[in-house]
Structure formats: structure tokens, C-alpha cells
């Protein structure tokens, strides 16, 4: 008896509690209950928009963050060494094409200069001794042709004498035979033949005489005209040396190649420094963006596809860009020791494929844009793009759905009966 009296009690609280709740679910809800409503209908609203705006945007963007801001780096070091003795520039100071930037110490230059200059003078004065020796050869050369030529012009003329005593010499012998002519006038054409024929003996061996001294005059002229040329080759040589001491000099003097801003300054008054060492940097404004895209990334990645740009150094405020060029071959390929697949165990790896983006618009010469900042770049790969009205709506229509199933989860457990 006693267990059928407590059922008929619980029988009737819920019999009860049914009733209740009935009449309370006609009732309206609280406004502190309608306001939270509200607002996790418009927090509701506010997700779905962002998420279908992220979901639309991975349909025609492409983006990554392994990007960052690149650019050219000059590296300034001198050509000679020496002991720095004036640096123009200060940290991170602009700077114009042209503009002095360090000074080494240019004495040991200027001395090598003035030695170099006294050098070509005196081959200078050299030559102008051995041009005139060669001149002076030149006319020797001359008088000796005149000579061998009088020399031989006195031997045929010599020639022809003898060939006429000679002559007159046989026509004697003929005569004194016959007795036409006296002996005495005999001996006198035998001795005028043979004086004849030994003065042309003589012409002749005097102007061969002359002929060997023109070819002896030939021989030292050119060996004058080989002097002359080493003579003025050393002038060049000379001359080359006073240029490069006048070259090094001037690489004294350090002038800034380009339009940047000074970085890794490590130049100091008073140190030491190195040809070819290193003394600072100079950062051209001229950027771009170098991004890693994954290689699966890359289906319909084109070059001059639009670029939204998100710098991290300036949050909220976004650059234009396009893509200017795609790298053949992915960036590991490149490194310093190449994976070698070849060998060992191989484990696939999504590679990574550099890519260049430029800037569309100039950047604000007030904000500090350098190499190695991160940047975060989006492509549009797709032409299309799904209006914002459209995700709008739909985050609208999302949003009171789940505010009317919330609703209806809230008046249920608001008409729980009581335990």
C-alpha cells in the first residue's frame, strides 16, 4: 500500500510540472534572456561572415607566410688598404649616389704617385736621348749614301778612262809596228793605259769601300730605331704606372654607388683596413617580396596576377603588388648542399618554390621597408569572386537559424521543473 501511494504522489508533480511548464512556455522571455539572444545571434552573424569570407577567399587566393621583404645589399670595401682616416657616414644615415663616405689614409699613394711621375720623366728624357741618337744615325746613314754614290760615280768615270787609254794603248801597238809612231809615244800610252786601269782599280775598291760603310751606317740605324722602341715602350710602361698610382689614389676616397641607407657600419677612424674587406652596407629603396609558396601552391600561380601585401611592421594598412617572376627549381635545390635523394631512406617533403613580387606602388620613404622583414602576400589566382552581399546574406540566414535553435535550448531548460 505504501509503494502504490508514493506512485500515485509522483504521478501527480509531473501531472503538475507538465501543466507549469505549459504555462510558462506561453509566457515571454526575460529581457535579460532576449538581449543575451541578441548577442549571440550577432557574435553567430559575425563568425559565419569571417568564415565564409576565409573559405571564399582560399578559393581564388593563394597565400603564405614564409615570405619576407628582400632587396639589393651593397657591400662597400675599398680597393687599396690603409689606415682609415675619416668615416663620412653614421648608422642607418641616408645617402645619395655620389655622396663621400670614407677616407683612408692617401699619403703612401701620394708618395707612390710623385715616384712614379719622376719615373716617367726621366724615361721621358731617355727617349728624347735615344731619338736623337737615332736622328743623329739617320744623317750618318745619308752622308754615307752620298759617299758610296760619289765613290762610285768617281770609279765609272775612272772606268771610262781606262777604257780609253786602254784603247789608244792597242792602237799604239799597232802603229809602232808599222812605224807610224815613235817608241817614246809607244811608252807613253803603255803608261797612261795602265795608270788609267789602276786608278779605276783604286776608284773601285774606294767605292766598294763606301758601300760597305752605308751598309755599316744601315746596321746601327737599325739598332737605333730598336732603342727608340724599347725607349718609348718604357715611356708607356711609364705611363701606365703614374695611371694606376693615380687610380689607387683616387680608390682613397669612397663614394656611396648608389641611393640607400647605411647598414653594418664597421668602418672607424684609425683602424686598419683590408683591400676587399667589407666596411658597410648600403640598402637601395628598390624592394621586393620573395615568397615560398608549396609547390602544390603553384597550379595557378601565373606571373602578373594581383598581390595583396600585409607587412607585419605595419599591421592594418595593405600594399598592392603583382607577380613578377616564378624561380624554376625549388629553393633547396639551390641551397649550399642539395638534399641527395639518392641515398638513404627517402622521405617526401612538400618543397618550396621561391617567388618574386614587386611592389605597384612606390613605399612611403617614412616607413623603414628593409630585406628580412615578414610579410604576408595573398595572390588572386581566380578571375572570379563571390560577392560580399552573398556571404552576408548566408551568415545571416545561419545565424538565426542557430539563434532559433538556441532559443528553443533556452526555454526548455528555463521550463526545467525544479527537483
Known amino acids: 500500500m505504501k509503494t502504490d501511494k508514493s506512485t500515485l504522489v509522483e504521478e501527480q508533480e509531473q501531472v503538475f510540472g507538465s501543466a507549469e511548464a505549459t504555462k510558462s512556455a506561453g509566457q515571454k522571455p526575460k529581457p535579460k534572456a532576449l538581449w543575451l539572444l541578441w548577442a549571440a545571434t550577432v557574435a553567430l552573424g559575425v563568425l559565419w561572415y569571417l568564415g565564409l569570407s576565409y573559405f571564399a577567399d582560399t578559393l581564388t587566393h593563394e597565400s603564405t607566410d614564409d615570405a619576407f621583404i628582400d632587396g639589393h645589399i651593397v657591400s662597400i670595401a675599398p680597393k687599396v688598404s690603409g689606415q682609415v682616416s675619416a668615416v663620412h657616414v653614421t648608422d642607418n644615415q641616408l645617402v645619395k649616389k655620389g655622396d663621400l663616405l670614407v677616407e683612408i689614409d692617401p699619403r703612401d699613394y701620394e708618395m707612390r704617385v710623385e715616384q712614379k711621375r719622376a719615373s716617367a720623366q726621366t724615361s721621358d728624357a731617355n727617349y728624347k736621348t735615344v731619338v736623337s741618337a737615332f736622328e743623329l744615325m739617320q744623317a750618318k746613314v745619308t752622308t754615307a749614301e752620298a759617299s758610296e754614290r760619289q765613290a762610285r760615280a768617281q770609279a765609272e768615270a775612272s772606268q771610262a778612262v781606262a777604257t780609253r787609254a786602254a784603247a789608244d794603248f792597242k792602237r799604239s801597238q799597232q802603229l809602232v809596228k808599222e812605224g807610224a809612231v815613235s817608241q817614246q809615244e809607244f811608252d807613253s800610252a803603255q803608261a797612261a793605259a795602265r795608270e788609267a786601269g789602276a786608278k779605276w782599280n783604286a776608284d773601285e775598291q774606294n767605292a766598294l769601300e763606301e758601300a760597305s760603310k752605308v751598309e755599316e751606317a744601315k746596321a746601327q740605324l737599325s739598332a737605333a730605331k730598336t732603342v727608340v722602341e724599347m725607349a718609348r715602350a718604357q715611356i708607356k710602361q711609364a ?181
Open 239 to 419: 705611363q701606365t704606372d703614374v695611371s694606376a698610382a693615380e687610380l689607387d689614389l683616387s680608390y682613397a676616397k669612397i663614394f656611396a654607388p648608389c641611393d640607400g641607407q647605411v647598414t653594418r657600419k664597421m668602418a672607424e677612424a684609425g683602424a686598419y683596413a683590408q683591400s676587399g674587406q667589407t666596411l658597410l652596407a648600403i640598402v637601395p629603396k628598390e624592394v621586393w617580396v620573395t615568397a615560398n609558396f608549396k609547390e602544390t601552391q603553384l597550379t595557378h600561380l601565373r606571373e602578373g596576377q594581383p598581390v595583396n601585401i600585409e607587412i607585419e611592421a605595419f599591421p592594418g594598412r595593405p600594399f598592392r603588388g603583382h607577380v613578377d617572376s616564378i624561380q624554376a627549381g625549388s629553393g633547396s635545390r639551390f641551397s649550399l648542399l642539395p638534399p641527395e635523394n639518392a641515398v638513404g631512406n627517402f622521405v617526401k617533403v612538400v618543397q618550396r618554390v621561391p617567388v618574386k613580387i614587386v611592389f605597384d606602388d612606390p613605399i612611403d620613404g617614412a616607413q623603414v621597408v628593409g630585406p628580412g622583414m615578414s610579410v604576408f602576400p595573398s595572390v588572386r589566382v581566380k578571375d572570379y569572386a563571390v560577392p560580399q552581399w552573398v556571404l552576408a546574406f548566408v551568415a545571416a540566414v545561419l545565424a538565426a537559424g542557430a539563434a532559433r535553435v538556441l532559443k528553443q535550448v533556452l526555454a526548455r531548460v528555463g521550463n526545467r521543473p525544479k527537483q
